[in-house]
């Protein structure tokens, strides 16, 4: 989601897929070798046509609506928060007549970042799709998992409902830009080989006003949000150990986003960046134009892992610093999905200048286990 | 009727009785005394073939018991002898009648005498009581009609009148000497007291060295 | 010198003296705690393990919903998940297959598969996930998949990545082992697919067992379950882990309770012993005991002495009993299995866990016994006045008294009394009362009868001459019965338990065999390995079956499980064709039925099995709202019928009344009868030629009738062991007393060795007082076992199990036991007579004491 390039898209929904079904990072290779598939691939020179696209799209493997954001309650206490609906194609039991078959998972992610709290509040859901009490629709964004749900209406605006046991929110985001497409007209490559990759669109500086739950507690909270929705079917390149990923609403109403795929030699696999100006111009950056550094890092003390929480990015001429609003934004849910990774609020600095508010995903910290 | 001839007896390496030898006349009645574990009780096992005697020979009627296997050391006591106990030994589950009947049952003889033997030891009518029903002296009346009923040639009785006061004693052994006479049987009586001695035909002295016949002055 | 040191100087003084005794009662008691208390042990464990295995299998749900059928409409599940209170729905599919290689009409044999949407099982089970290979994770989505718990591997011999094939309907599916089911309890054989998977192969497309339901945080479950119950109606169940639990206990309740009465019955006869041994030792030292008195022990010091000496022996004996009853559990788990022979808890490998307080109740139960045991003779040697004990030849003074005949008479009228009172709880606890007071009773009367008879048998035989041995054996035993019968009390005890339960067992067996007979007459029965609630076999397979040569006709069954009620375990419907000229050519019924004429038109009969009277109140003449297919019909109780294989009841009607209510014109199992000069043989082969011949499970009613013999003997094996313990113990105690009263009259064989009995007379004595009395005890032995044996048939057993049966008395083999025990008791009295022919006897004339 955040991770805009097809390649650490498939790649972290592949990782979320199987960490949810308890399985550790090596999964990824069984899902690449399957052999016959009836799911499409991502092709150059396709048009995305909305509002369709805004929908779900069955024939591709792995598709998310990922929201990210910043809110400010009435204290002017900032809380981060991220909210995911993958739809995932098992390719599996296309003959299957049982309303049972799972043929399409829906898998949900909701996570806040509370400063005060001092940690992420994180919760995931896994439910295949059916009986209506989880689906993905067409022709528009709907999507549902028990009560967990998300939907575009035809003015735009997104309703997002999601309450876990201790925390949830329900958040009313209505668009005030544009859709980007990223990549070649919402063709994004992920990695060198020209399958490796996603469709792709963006919504950015999305107003958003509701409600957040903590303790049970209902907030009013208003704040701004980013919107990425992306479908693929192929996958990243095998070299590809995880990524870093950043998506940012910047002050002045430009819009950034900028990842790389990582090798697990440590080097970049592939990377890219695009930056939209107020007026709408957008700027693209190749590979070899974007740079991702650690500034510093922060050890798990619940996974041990390291994260490089604090990174300076380069985008051809322009500096980007990324500060965390809290080290701890980790999430570990080992104990019920399994996935682990580092999804966290930041600051920006463009060259030095307070620049916007963003969200920094690091992924491939975590070392399998080894058994 | 009774031989001893150089009997020997020990017991866990102890001798108890030394090359005794006695004879004994039909239709005496004897009584024998001695000292405590001078060996009276030994004496009368291997007279009644209870026991064995290491070496010599004991003859009852000219037939050496010592000699005989158990059955038939037991079938000619059944036969030939009779005995009272000083603690009685009447089967408490038998009555009267029965226990004195007990010896005519092992011999297959007729029990008819048994009325007749109630009279003689002065129980007539208690046939059909239990034991429990009786004192000690009338206990030790069964067991003298009972060491008698068969008419034995021998009739042992080993301090009959131990558990018995003074003057049941007298009777119990007046009783037993007029009726070992009545039956023509020869008696041996071993006791302690010279009282109960004093009843018999003849008084002999157990000692280590032999039998001796005692004092006349400890004669009645 | 104290008291206490005393005390000690008794106790250990008697015991040295008499070690056999001592030891024969410590062996009884330690030998009837450790039955009872390995039996507990091992029912308990299993039961456990079984109701662990039922919950595991529903993981942490707060609440269940199911049909009243086995199978139900999986729309539920959506409206379930809706609710607002309900935190987690998860749909199960639960289905037992008939697995290729293991065909057998015994369910046993069948594995269990649980159809699971992973996502749902995660929340509540995550023990029923399989651990697929290491990125394989999408086996557990795929439908050709099947994940094994370890028992269920081994049993079946196969590996992860192997193949299994297995029946569905009448075809086969073969499906990958996909991987474990690592968290399976041991020996649970189990195995788990994807809901969606399974219901497509299986043919059971749209239908569930059951929805697990975990409620949100805060739900109050009572309001909630009762609002739902409202809501679903009466179609559906919904039950919370302690109904379930009621559920499973209830399912193998009468057996496990009747299994530990039969335990405590080795302990019973223990008392008995315990009994003997010390009212023994109380004649035996009665001149002690009056010796003491007289030097100035009191009446109570002495009372608390042989209590004490009986709180010595039941604690040794219970402790000895409880640690043998460990090592018999522990290996009988370890070598058999948690069944006992039965097959109430399938699947299920226990482990034995110690429980202190199970182990203090079965203490305290041995220590009780033997201290009943004790306290009348304790109380006996107390009373008595020390200057009439002193005397010789009072001894049988003190039994004389015990033989007041009211205790033992109000026992009897109380056992009359209690076999009229109904079951508590379901149970037949005034039956297991009546039968130990009718024990009680009897035994107490023993020295009457013996008395009595051979006072009878003297007073006839008066007359003749008899020889001194018959005379004394006759003496003594009219004149001391008491002594005589104590050494009997155990063996009469356990021979007329062991009378009864041969009765019974047999007159079950008889009555089951003729059961059969009954229930099937036909030459062959055929059935699908199924799957699920579906009859196999749909119609153009039932006219593929009738249309094979050779066949005079066919009857088809359909049967069904359905629940009435939610603590109890599943009923059995079945639909067939019934005469309903003449329904007892069909159902093996029993006296309560309403003539045919007699009916109404237009109602529809319904015959029940007696558990359904029993268990559901239902009563011939009565209407009942019954549920067949959708709804509910009404139903005629017409009639009643015996059913040995359903214990919870099932019911019968016609096949077209079922065809025509449901709609359902599948069938379960085709009853076949042969023309003549059709061999068995050939129909079989005929059969499996058909395109799906090879899914047919195909029974030869003699196969069926032999192997649910088979089945019923290995079920009462474990009552066979217990009952020849129990006879063993009784023995032992025949030998303990006759030796021990072989001692206390030494002085009785020395005088008779005096006026000349013979050894050999003496041991003929013996051996005819042992067999005369044993000879008597097994007399009225019988008669008490015969009485015991009618409570079992007629209160015990339809208390317990809801049937009836008829009385069959196994002559010839329980003659060849009184033989058996007579020729034994005879020669434990010639044993133990072995000392009274010693030399020692002779000179006991002369020990007074």
């Known amino acids: 989601m955040k991770m805009i390039q097809k390649r650490g898209k498939f790649e972290y929904a592949k990782f979320m897929l199987t960490w949810l079904l308890l399985i550790t990072f090596l999964s990824m290779e069984t899902l690449a070798d399957e052999p016959m598939t009836r799911l499409r691939p991502v092709v150059p020179d396709h048009h995305l046509s909305f509002p369709h696209d805004y929908g779900a799209h069955q024939d591709f493997r792995i598709e998310w609506w990922y929201i990210t954001g910043w809110l400010e309650s009435g204290d002017n206490k900032p809380l981060g928060f991220q909210v995911t609906f993958f739809r995932y194609a098992t390719d599996q039991n296309h003959d299957n007549p049982s309303h049972f078959a799972a043929k399409y998972l829906i898998i949900a992610h909701l996570a806040l970042s509370d400063p005060s709290a001092g940690k992420l509040m994180h919760q995931e859901k896994t439910l295949r799709e059916g009986f209506g009490l989880a689906y993905a629709k067409q022709g528009n964004t709907d999507v549902k998992l028990d009560d967990w749900y998300l939907v575009r209406e035809d003015n735009g605006r997104y309703q997002v409902d999601m309450r876990a046991d201790e925390f949830g929110l329900q958040l009313s985001l209505a668009p005030t830009q544009a859709v980007l497409l990223q990549g070649d007209e919402g063709f994004s490559r992920k990695g060198p080989k020209p399958e490796q990759a996603s469709y792709y669109y963006s919504e950015p500086h999305l107003r958003v006003t509701g409600t957040v739950f903590r303790n049970n507690k209902p907030v009013a909270v208003n704040g701004s949000a980013w919107l990425d929705h992306e479908w693929s079917t192929a996958y990243l390149d095998s070299d590809a150990d995880g990524w870093d990923w950043v998506g940012a609403n910047l002050d002045d109403g430009s819009a950034l986003m900028a990842f790389q795929i990582r090798g697990k030699n440590g080097g970049k696999v592939w990377a890219y960046a695009a930056l939209r100006d107020p007026s709408g111009e957008v700027r693209f950056f190749n590979p070899d134009q974007v740079e991702f550094t650690p500034l510093r890092t922060w050890k798990s003390p619940h996974t041990e892992a390291v994260y490089p929480v604090a990174m300076h990015i380069r985008t051809d001429d322009i500096e980007w610093r990324l500060t965390p609003m809290l080290d701890d934004q980790e999430l570990d849910s080992r104990q019920s999905t399994g996935a682990v990774y580092w999804e966290g609020a930041v600051t920006l600095t463009k060259n030095q200048q307070p620049a916007g508010r963003g969200y920094l995903e690091l992924t491939g910290y975590v070392r399998p286990l080894a058994l | 009727m009774l031989e001893l001839i150089n009997v020997n007896k020990a017991y866990a390496g102890r001798q108890v009785l030394a090359n005794l030898s006695h004879m004994l006349r039909s239709g005496e009645y004897v009584a024998i005394m001695g000292e405590s574990g001078v060996g009276k009780s030994t004496l009368l096992n291997l007279i009644a073939g209870l026991d064995a005697p290491d070496s010599g020979d004991i003859r009852v009627n000219g037939v050496a018991i010592s000699q005989l296997n158990d059955d038939a050391a037991t079938r000619l006591r059944r036969e030939q002898f009779g005995f009272v106990f000083q603690a009685f030994h009447v089967l408490p589950h038998l009555t009267v009648h029965q226990n004195i009947a007990l010896p005519l049952l092992l011999n297959d003889r007729s029990t008819d005498r048994v009325e007749q033997m109630l009279a003689n030891v002065g129980l007539q009518g208690r046939g059909e009581h239990f034991p429990r029903e009786l004192s000690g002296g009338e206990l030790q009346r069964v067991a003298i009609a009972r060491a008698l009923i068969h008419r034995p040639a021998l009739v042992l009785a080993d301090e009959p009148t131990g558990n018995l006061d003074p003057d049941t004693a007298h009777d119990i052994l007046q009783l037993m000497r007029s009726e070992i006479k009545a039956n023509g049987a020869t008696g041996i009586l071993v006791t302690h007291s010279h009282v109960a001695a004093g009843t018999a035909d003849i008084v002999l002295n157990l000692t280590k060295n032999g039998l001796f016949q005692a004092q006349p002055e400890h004669r009645r | ?849």
């Open chain 3, 1 to 849: 010198m104290t008291s206490a040191s005393l005390s000690r100087w008794l106790l250990v003084g008697e015991w040295r003296a008499h070690v056999a005794q001592v030891l024969v009662a410590l062996i009884a008691i330690a030998i009837g705690v450790a039955m009872a208390y390995s039996i507990h042990l091992i029912n308990t464990a299993a039961f456990n393990e079984f109701s662990a295995a039922s919950k595991h299998l529903s993981g942490q749900a707060d609440m269940q919903v199911r049909g009243r059928k086995a199978y139900f409409d999986e729309s539920l599940y959506p409206w379930l998940a809706n609710q607002k209170d309900v935190a987690v729905a998860n749909p199960m599919l639960e289905l037992d297959v008939a697995v290729v290689g293991k065909q057998s009409i015994r369910s046993d044999q069948k594995l269990k598969i649980l159809g699971i949407d992973m996502f749902r099982a995660a929340q509540i089970s995550p023990d029923l996930l399989g651990l697929p290979a290491q990125g394989k994770t999408l086996d557990r989505l795929a439908s050709d998949t099947i994940f094994l718990s370890p028992a269920a591997m081994e049993w079946l011999q196969v590996q992860q990545d192997d193949e299994l094939q297995v029946y569905a309907g009448l075809h086969t599916l073969t499906l990958r082992v996909a991987g474990g089911l690592v968290r399976a309890r041991a020996g649970q054989r189990l195995a788990v697919m994807d809901i969606g998977a399974m219901q497509w192969r299986f043919e059971q497309l749209g239908l569930l067992s059951r929805i697990e339901l975990k409620l949100q945080p805060g739900v109050n479950h009572h309001a909630f379950k009762a609002r739902l119950a409202e809501e679903l109606g009466s179609s559906y169940w919904v039950t919370e882990a302690a109904d379930q639990e009621l559920r499973v206990e209830n399912m193998s309740r009468a057996y496990r309770i009747n299994l530990n009465m039969l335990a405590l019955v080795a302990l019973f006869t223990g008392a008995f012993l315990v009994f003997s041994a010390q009212a023994l030792s109380v004649i035996r030292r009665r001149q002690q005991f009056a010796l003491l008195r007289v030097l100035g022990v009191t009446r109570v010091q002495l009372l608390r002495q042989m209590i004490t000496e009986g709180i010595f022996l039941g604690a040794l004996g219970s402790l000895l009993g409880l640690s043998l009853g460990y090592l018999i559990a522990v290996m009988a788990i370890q070598f058999l299995d948690g069944n006992l022979g039965s097959s109430f808890f399938p699947g299920v490998k226990p482990g034995i866990f110690f429980d202190p307080i199970a182990a203090m109740l079965f203490f305290g139960i041995g220590l009780c016994v033997t201290l009943i045991g004790s306290i009348v003779p304790a109380m006996e040697a107390a009373r008595t006045r020390p200057a009439l004990a002193l005397r010789a030849g009072s001894e049988h003074a003190v039994i004389e008294k015990l033989a007041s005949p009211w205790p033992a008479l109000i026992c009897l009228g109380g056992a009359l009394l209690f076999t009229q009172l109904p079951p508590i709880l379901e149970l037949p606890v005034f039956g297991y009362l009546a039968i130990m007071l009718l024990l009680i009773g009897g035994i107490a009367l023993m020295p009457r009868f013996t008395a009595g008879f051979f006072s009878f048998l003297t007073a006839r035989l008066h007359r003749y001459q008899i020889g001194a041995v018959s005379a004394l054996v006759l003496a003594r035993l009219t004149n001391a019965p008491s002594q005589a019968a104590m050494a009997l009390g155990g063996i009469l005890a356990s021979f007329s338990l062991m009378v009864a339960m041969a009765i019974m067992v047999m007159s079950f067996r008889v009555s089951i065999d003729h059961w059969l007979g009954q229930v099937l007459p036909a030459d062959l029965y055929v059935r699908v390995a199924t799957t699920g609630d579906q009859g196999g076999f749909q119609v153009t397979q039932q006219q593929d079956i009738a249309g094979l040569a050779g066949i005079e006709r066919v009857d088809l069954f359909r049967t069904q499980q359905l629940i009435l009620d939610a603590s109890r375990p599943e009923i059995t419907l079945f639909a067939r064709p019934i005469d309903g000229n003449d329904p007892r050519n069909t159902l093996p019924l029993t006296d309560d039925v309403i003539a045919s004429g007699s009916l109404p038109e237009g109602v529809m009969p319904m015959w029940v099995s007696e558990a359904m009277v029993d268990l559901y109140g239902y009563r011939v003449g009565e209407r009942v709202q019954f549920p067949v297919g959708a709804s509910f019909h009404e139903f005629v109780v017409v009639g009643i019928w015996r059913d040995y294989g359903r214990q919870f009841g099932a019911v019968q009607i016609q096949l077209a009344d079922y065809q025509r209510l449901s709609g359902d014109l599948s069938i379960n199992t085709a009853a076949i009868w042969l023309r003549h000069g059709m061999t068995v043989d050939t129909a079989i082969e005929d059969m499996r030629r058909l395109d799906f011949g090879s899914a047919l499970e195909i029974s030869r009613s003699s196969d069926m009738r032999a192997l649910s013999l088979k089945i019923f003997d290995r079920s009462f094996a474990v009552t066979y062991v217990l009952e020849t313990v129990a006879v063993i113990i009784g023995l032992l105690g025949v030998g303990a007393s006759f030796s021990a009263q072989t001692l206390a009259r030494a002085k009785e064989f020395g005088m008779l060795r005096h006026v000349g009995m013979t050894r050999r007379q003496i041991l003929a004595m013996l051996a005819a007082e042992g067999g005369l009395l044993t000879a008597l005890g097994t007399t009225l032995g019988f008669v008490l076992g015969w009485s015991i044996s009618l409570i079992l048939i007629f209160i015990v057993n339809p208390q317990s199990f809801h049937w009836t049966m008829q009385l069959y008395v196994p002559w010839s083999w329980l003659l060849a036991v009184a033989l058996l025990m007579l020729i034994s008791a005879a020669l434990t009295a010639l044993m133990a007579g072995r000392q009274a022919v010693s030399g020692q006897v002779i000179r006991a004339v002369k020990e007074d004491w």
